[in-house]
């Protein structure tokens, strides 16, 4: 499976909402600008994001959006599925009678074996898990964070 600049850059724009989760909502022209995506491409993504209860929306002066659950709450897998579609690394899987070879197709077991990887992977790592690694890669790299 090859995500998408949709899959790609969604990730990236709730990453950066998780980094800043109990802040409030954040604008998204902000957003936009911290992970050099293009607002208007956002934009659809984060409305997708929203219809499916991930984000919330609130307008106004004041507005912007935020997570609608804690990070630790939301998998990867959630975020992926909603931009991209199902976790499978080929479409017969995707559909629930296969393919018309799906019987006689001994690939299809490789298949189910790596789509239960990835579902694995993407399954058991949180929002919380990315924004504690990007705060190590961040400290890695001398960007410190000083508390008074």
């Not at 909502?25 to 994001?49: F, G, K």
């Not at 609608?68 to 199902?86: D, N």
């Not at 976790?87 to 074996?113: F, H, Y």
Request: with cysteine.
């Amino acid at each position: 499976m090859r995500l998408s600049t949709k899959g790609q850059y969604g990730l990236r724009a709730v990453v950066d909402l998780a980094d800043r989760y109990g802040q409030g909502p954040i604008p998204l022209n902000t957003v936009a600008q911290r992970e050099d995506i293009s607002e208007h491409y956002l934009e659809q993504l984060m409305s997708q994001l929203r219809k499916a209860g991930i984000v919330t929306s609130i307008r106004g002066a004041q507005g912007g959006y935020q997570l609608a659950r804690p990070p630790q709450e939301i998998t990867i897998a959630e975020i992926i599925e909603v931009l991209e579609g199902p976790i499978v690394p080929v479409d017969c899987l995707a559909n629930e009678d296969g393919c018309n070879r799906s019987t006689i197709c001994a690939a299809q077991s490789v298949w189910k074996k790596l789509a239960e990887a990835m579902n694995d992977v993407l399954g058991s790592t949180t929002l919380a898990d990315l924004v504690e690694e990007n705060q190590r890669l961040r400290n890695k790299n001398g960007d410190f964070m000083y508390y008074i």
